[in-house]
């Protein structure tokens, strides 16, 4: 794995852009609006349409020889040397981090690391490659933020989504108790582990009810699948969206 520490370039005329499965098929406005954001940063956005899964479940599952099939058929679609800008911090960090194990000692190790190293979260591109500074054009509101275990723990950009937050003048972050307990989601542990999850997210829509927030806010979609069905389950009337969105909202002006 590399160091949690990096070395940031000076902001690309171009950058891929890696929308993530559930970003594909749950929420594409998600994505246009991550890419608007990154056009506003001042770069020019590359969206390949042949993308799909980053191999995560495969990996986290143990069938490393598909995840790393499908790590390759990823890679191959980005050849230029321009930055890949990931949509979620779990898959961020499968392609920043993890891929780097998969190839370790094979001959695909030097491209892997090479790649490995284009890779970046949303949130901590826009901070410290774009350095964008956002003026906050909405009425007044209030949000609690959620971080996934893999954004805050493998990418460390539970910092860079709360530096964002707080440019917004007009917005209140408001803290959830044990923020950086995980929503219960894990993928595959969701599905392995049903009961456990169930009780997982039940703590976690509990804690961020309490905040009283106007809104749900994360980088991770499938963390917000988990919390907003939850959420929906229980009739709350709380409910999240994607950082991303929520950001030009802001920007633009208007309700999120």
């Not at 479940?57 to 679609?77: E, F, H, I, K």
């Not at 709360?162 to 599905?191: D, K, P």
Request: with cysteine.
């Amino acid at each position: 794995m590399s160091s949690a520490i990096r070395l940031y370039p000076s902001r690309p005329d171009k950058v891929y852009v890696y929308a993530t499965c559930l970003v594909d098929l749950f929420s594409p406005q998600s994505g246009l609006d991550a890419i608007r954001l990154l056009e506003l940063a001042g770069v020019e956005v590359i969206y390949v349409p042949k993308q799909s899964c980053c191999g995560q479940p495969a990996y986290s599952s143990g069938y490393n020889d598909d995840a790393r099939t499908t790590a390759l058929s990823q890679m191959a679609l980005f050849p230029e040397p321009w930055p890949v800008i990931v949509l979620s911090g779990s898959c961020g960090g499968m392609m920043h981090h993890h891929y780097r194990r998969l190839f370790a000692g094979s001959e695909h190790e030097r491209s892997a690391n090479e790649f490995c190293d284009r890779v970046f979260e949303l949130t901590e591109f826009l901070v410290h490659v774009c350095r964008i500074r956002l003026k906050d054009q909405g009425p007044s509101t209030s949000v609690v933020l959620h971080t996934s275990c893999a954004a805050r723990r493998e990418m460390k950009v539970h910092v860079t989504a709360r530096q964002l937050l707080s440019q917004l003048e007009q917005v209140e972050l408001r803290e959830q108790a044990y923020e950086s307990e995980c929503c219960g989601f894990g993928g595959t542990f969701a599905v392995r582990h049903p009961a456990i999850s169930e009780a997982m997210v039940q703590d976690k829509t509990q804690h961020l009810s309490d905040t009283q927030a106007d809104q749900l806010v994360s980088a991770d979609w499938g963390c917000l699948l988990n919390i907003n069905g939850a959420l929906e389950y229980q009739g709350r009337t709380l409910k999240g969206i994607h950082l991303a969105s929520f950001l030009l909202s802001r920007l633009e002006g208007q309700h999120a």
